[in-house]
């Protein structure tokens, strides 16, 4: 730390900023007032990587001047051209941010004013982002209360904010946001529920899997999944036969990691009519249970010939063979085929390691 804090004064700025950012890596609140001091730093970039090591100090001695250089950092000047208002802006967003990061009730008064600033409306994000972060209730309340803007960016941005929180406390505020007409806030919404919800908040998002937005569906389906677990099958499985394919795509993948055997069934049912890419990852998850029916079935999918070389493959490298002699044939007329593919063959010869015979 003593040894970057001398590279904060050298006359490279680009090195000014690998020390200030490698200040920020290692977080000693100790080097704040040397990162303090570089917030008055000549080059913008420079600034910039001071803003973001403080942020990772948390030390508290960082709030005021971030708070100043939010509200006060000066036109740079006028020789950069269009860039120099680029620059005034990643200087305040980020320094916003970073009061969010450092959590200190002096901050939450300022970002509530910064709200009512024309200047400042196009750190609506930042600053919503930071009173969630805070986690104190006044900031959240004001945050909520931009769920019901009229204007949908607004509330996209406010129900964006809400994924940041780190307490199930604002959970309540959502209800609005769970049945706003634009998708993305309902998005960001369920995924708020998913990070902090238990399965007394099950409810909405059991029913928005039936939401016409695929995107809405496919997050509560991670939603459910996460807080329900094993539980959750129940809710997962009618999206198996959803009419999007990505959908289709998200029940399969979680059913692997949270299913028991009442999935099969389900599963093998859906492997015969699906394209390709669902094929394989059903294959995937069916390979994680022994069950003579999914080998059956494997099988069935091997000899397809209709099937793309490469859903055929993977259906060989999962198939344990075992003592079955019907199923070893089957292996083995792969292998005897003068047209099948190599990659199938070689794929085929693998899976004799699995046969007794």
């Known amino acids: 730390v003593d040894t970057l804090i001398k590279y904060l004064n050298d006359p490279d700025p680009d ?22 001091k570089a917030l008055d730093d000549e080059d913008c970039m420079v600034k910039i990587s001071a803003v973001d090591a403080l942020s990772k100090t948390g030390s ?8 100043h250089a939010a509200a006060s950092t000066s036109p740079i000047p006028s020789m950069l051209g269009d860039i120099s208002w680029d620059y005034r802006w990643d200087i305040q967003e980020k320094s916003i941010s970073a009061l969010g990061m450092i959590k200190d009730s002096r901050a939450v008064e300022v970002l509530i004013g910064f709200l009512n600033n024309e200047d400042m409306e196009g750190m609506q994000g930042a600053i919503f982002k930071s009173l969630i972060q805070q986690g104190d209730k006044k900031g959240i309340e004001v945050a909520a209360g931009y769920l019901k803007d009229k204007d949908v960016s607004v509330r996209r941005k406010a129900a964006s904010s809400f994924t940041h929180a780190d307490s199930f406390e604002v959970l309540g505020y959502l209800a609005d946001a769970l049945i706003d007409e634009d998708s993305l806030v309902k998005v960001n919404a369920v995924k708020t529920i998913g990070k902090l919800g238990t399965e007394k908040d099950i409810v909405p998002l059991v029913l928005l899997l039936k939401d016409e ?26 999206l198996l036969n959803d009419k999007n394919s990505a959908v289709k795509k998200t029940a399969v993948e979680l059913l692997g990691k949270t299913a ?27 390979a994680g249970f022994e069950d003579e029916s999914i080998k059956d079935a494997i099988i069935g999918i091997i000899m397809d010939k209709n099937r793309s070389s490469f859903v055929r493959n993977k259906a060989l490298r999962v198939l344990k063979l075992s003592d079955n002699r019907k199923r070893l044939d089957s292996v083995l007329e792969i292998i005897s085929d003068a047209d099948a593919d190599k990659h199938l063959k070689e794929a085929a010869c693998e899976c004799l390691k699995w046969a007794d015979e």
């Open 15 to 36: 090195v000014r900023c690998d020390a200030a950012l490698a200040l920020g890596e290692i977080g000693e609140e100790i080097a704040a007032p040397y990162l303090i």
């Open 260 to 286: 028991g055997h009442d999935c099969i069934e389900p599963l093998i049912e859906i492997l015969n009519s699906a394209d390709d890419d669902l094929c394989s990852e059903v294959i995937t998850v069916l």
């Open 60 to 67: 508290a001695l960082a709030v005021e001047p971030l708070i």
């Open 213 to 238: 937005d695929e995107e809405v569906r496919i997050e509560s389906i991670k939603a459910v999944a996460k807080i329900m677990g094993s539980r959750g099958v129940k809710h997962i499985l009618p």
